[in-house]
């Protein structure tokens, strides 16, 4: 995909194969918060750069 130049389409190919194990930073997060692995601060923190 990087290398095509196609990187506008990895969003994507991330949320429709949540099936097969893919999920974004974002998810991935969420459910640490959820579980209670972190908190809601340190995700933000986080996906922020």
């Known amino acids: 995909m990087i290398r095509e ?26 459910e640490l918060v959820k579980n209670g692995l972190i908190s809601p601060q340190l995700a933000r923190e986080r996906l922020q750069g």
Do not use: L
Not at 14 to 19: C, V
């Open 5 to 30: 130049s196609k990187t506008h389409q990895i969003k994507n190919i991330i949320q429709t194969s949540g099936q097969i194990g893919m999920q974004s930073m974002e998810k991935a997060m969420e």
